[in-house]
C-alpha cells in the first residue's frame, strides 16, 4: 500500500466515523420554559443518551409554535407535540410519528372557599382555560358536562382564556370562579389554596375514554424511523431511564430544582409528584382507546381541531420492539 493509500484509508475512515457521529445526533426543538426540559436535561446530564447510542442537541425555542415550524421545515429532528396534531398532520400527508411520553392531564380548580361542588355549580360563572378554545381538556370536561348535566359549559358559562401563567394569576387572585390549566400550573394553584373539583381523567373515565392514554409525545418523521431505526429505539429508551431515575432517585430532582422555579418545597414535591403521575405505561399504546378520544375531540374541536381526520391514521404511534 502507497503512502497515498494510505492517507486516503484514513481520510475515508475519518469522514465516515464524523458522518455517523452527525447522524447519531437527535436535534430536539422544545419551549425554553416547557417540563419536557426536565427529562432532556436528566437524560443529557445521566449520560442516557450515548448510553443509547446518540447525541441529544437540545434547542430551546419561545413556543411550541416556533418548534413546529422548526420541525416542518426540516432544521430539528424531534419536537413535543399531542398526538392529536400529529394525527392531523398525517391526515394531510405529513409522515409523522408520535413516541409516548407523558399522559400528565389538567383538571379544574376552584377556590378553596367556593360553593361548588360538581361542574353544574359552575353555570353562570367566569372560568379561566389556557390552551384557548380547543384545549384538549376543556373540550374533555365539557363532553363530560354535557354526558352527566346535560349542558354545555361553553353555552353556560363565561369563559377568560389566556397563557397559563395569566389564567394562574386569575385563578388565585378571585379574577375567576374557576380555571382549567396545565397540569404543571396546577401543582402550583394546589399549593396556593385551591381544590380541584374534576379531574380530566375522572371526566375520561366517565366518558368511556381510557385516561391511561397518553397525550403528549416526541414527534419524528417516518423516514427516520425506517432508515435510523435504532435511534428512535434509542430515544425512547432515553427517554424511559431518564423517568425510572427521577422516579427513584431524590438527588435527580434536586439538581433540576432552579430549573423548575419553585418558590418554596411544597411546589418542588407537587411538581415532582405530578411529572411521575404522568409516565406513560410501557408497550403500545391502545388504539381502540385513542380512537374513541379522537372522537370525542373531532365531535366538540370540530375540524378546527382535527382537521381532516376521520379515523386513526395507520402507523400514527411508535411502537417499541419487544
Request: hydrophobic share 50%; glycine share 10%; net charge negative.
Given at each position: 500500500?502507497?503512502?497515498?493509500?494510505?492517507?486516503?484509508?484514513?481520510?475515508?475512515?475519518?469522514?465516515?466515523?464524523?458522518?455517523?457521529?452527525?447522524?447519531?445526533?437527535?436535534?430536539?426543538?422544545?419551549?425554553e420554559?416547557?417540563?419536557?426540559?426536565?427529562?432532556?436535561?436528566?437524560?443529557?446530564?445521566?449520560?442516557?443518551?450515548?448510553?443509547?447510542?446518540?447525541?441529544?442537541?437540545?434547542?430551546?425555542?419561545?413556543?411550541?409554535?416556533?418548534?413546529?415550524?422548526?420541525?416542518?421545515?426540516?432544521?430539528?429532528?424531534?419536537?413535543?407535540?399531542?398526538?392529536?396534531?400529529?394525527?392531523?398532520?398525517?391526515?394531510?400527508?405529513?409522515?409523522?410519528?408520535?413516541?409516548?411520553?407523558?399522559?400528565?392531564v389538567?383538571?379544574?380548580?376552584?377556590?378553596?372557599?367556593?360553593?361548588?361542588?360538581?361542574?353544574?355549580?359552575?353555570k353562570?360563572?367566569?372560568?379561566?382555560?389556557?390552551?384557548?378554545?380547543?384545549?384538549?381538556?376543556?373540550?374533555?370536561?365539557?363532553?363530560?358536562?354535557?354526558?352527566?348535566?346535560?349542558?354545555?359549559?361553553?353555552?353556560?358559562?363565561?369563559?377568560?382564556?389566556?397563557?397559563?401563567?395569566?389564567i394562574?394569576?386569575?385563578a388565585?387572585?378571585g379574577?375567576?370562579?374557576?380555571?382549567?390549566?396545565?397540569?404543571?400550573?396546577?401543582?402550583?394553584?394546589?399549593?396556593?389554596?385551591?381544590?380541584?373539583?374534576?379531574?380530566?381523567?375522572?371526566?375520561?373515565?366517565?366518558?368511556?375514554?381510557?385516561?391511561?392514554?397518553?397525550?403528549?409525545?416526541?414527534?419524528?418523521?417516518?423516514?427516520m424511523?425506517?432508515?435510523?431505526?435504532?435511534?428512535?429505539?434509542?430515544?425512547?429508551?432515553?427517554?424511559?431511564?431518564?423517568?425510572?431515575?427521577?422516579?427513584?432517585?431524590?438527588?435527580?430532582?434536586?439538581?433540576?430544582?432552579?430549573?423548575?422555579?419553585?418558590?418554596?418545597?411544597?411546589q418542588?414535591?407537587?411538581?415532582?409528584?405530578?411529572?411521575?403521575?404522568g409516565?406513560?405505561?410501557?408497550?403500545?399504546?391502545?388504539?381502540?382507546?385513542?380512537?374513541?378520544?379522537l372522537?370525542?375531540?373531532?365531535?366538540?374541536?370540530?375540524?378546527?381541531?382535527?382537521?381532516?381526520?376521520?379515523?386513526?391514521?395507520?402507523?400514527?404511534f411508535?411502537?417499541?420492539a419487544?
Amino acid at each position: 500500500m502507497t503512502i497515498q493509500t494510505a492517507v486516503a484509508a484514513v481520510l475515508l475512515a475519518l469522514t465516515a466515523t464524523f458522518a455517523s457521529a452527525q447522524d447519531a445526533t437527535i436535534r430536539v426543538a422544545v419551549q425554553e420554559s416547557g417540563t419536557v426540559n426536565w427529562e432532556l436535561d436528566t437524560i443529557k446530564h445521566y449520560g442516557f443518551d450515548t448510553e443509547n447510542g446518540f447525541t441529544l442537541d437540545v434547542q430551546g425555542m419561545a413556543g411550541g409554535d416556533a418548534a413546529q415550524i422548526a420541525f416542518q421545515g426540516g432544521a430539528v429532528d424531534m419536537i413535543v407535540s399531542d398526538w392529536i396534531w400529529v394525527a392531523r398532520q398525517r391526515a394531510a400527508g405529513a409522515d409523522f410519528v408520535f413516541i409516548p411520553y407523558s399522559r400528565a392531564v389538567g383538571g379544574m380548580l376552584v377556590p378553596a372557599n367556593s360553593t361548588a361542588q360538581t361542574l353544574a355549580d359552575m353555570k353562570g360563572r367566569k372560568i379561566g382555560i389556557a390552551g384557548g378554545q380547543l384545549d384538549k381538556s376543556w373540550i374533555i370536561l365539557r363532553a363530560y358536562a354535557q354526558q352527566e348535566y346535560g349542558f354545555d359549559l361553553a353555552t353556560e358559562t363565561e369563559q377568560v382564556f389566556g397563557a397559563a401563567p395569566l389564567i394562574m394569576n386569575a385563578a388565585t387572585t378571585g379574577e375567576v370562579d374557576g380555571a382549567i390549566n396545565f397540569w404543571h400550573f396546577l401543582a402550583r394553584m394546589k399549593t396556593a389554596g385551591m381544590r380541584e373539583l374534576i379531574s380530566v381523567d375522572t371526566a375520561a373515565a366517565a366518558l368511556g375514554l381510557d385516561p391511561a392514554t397518553p397525550l403528549l409525545g416526541y414527534v419524528v418523521r417516518g423516514d427516520m424511523l425506517r432508515n435510523q431505526p435504532e435511534l428512535v429505539a434509542g430515544m425512547a429508551k432515553a427517554s424511559a431511564a431518564a423517568k425510572a431515575k427521577l422516579a427513584s432517585d431524590t438527588a435527580a430532582w434536586a439538581r433540576l430544582r432552579d430549573r423548575m422555579r419553585v418558590d418554596d418545597d411544597a411546589q418542588f414535591v407537587a411538581l415532582q409528584n405530578g411529572f411521575n403521575a404522568g409516565t406513560p405505561a410501557p408497550g403500545a399504546v391502545n388504539l381502540d382507546a385513542a380512537d374513541k378520544m379522537l372522537k370525542v375531540m373531532a365531535d366538540l374541536g370540530g375540524t378546527d381541531l382535527v382537521g381532516d381526520v376521520t379515523a386513526l391514521p395507520d402507523g400514527l404511534f411508535y411502537t417499541p420492539a419487544e
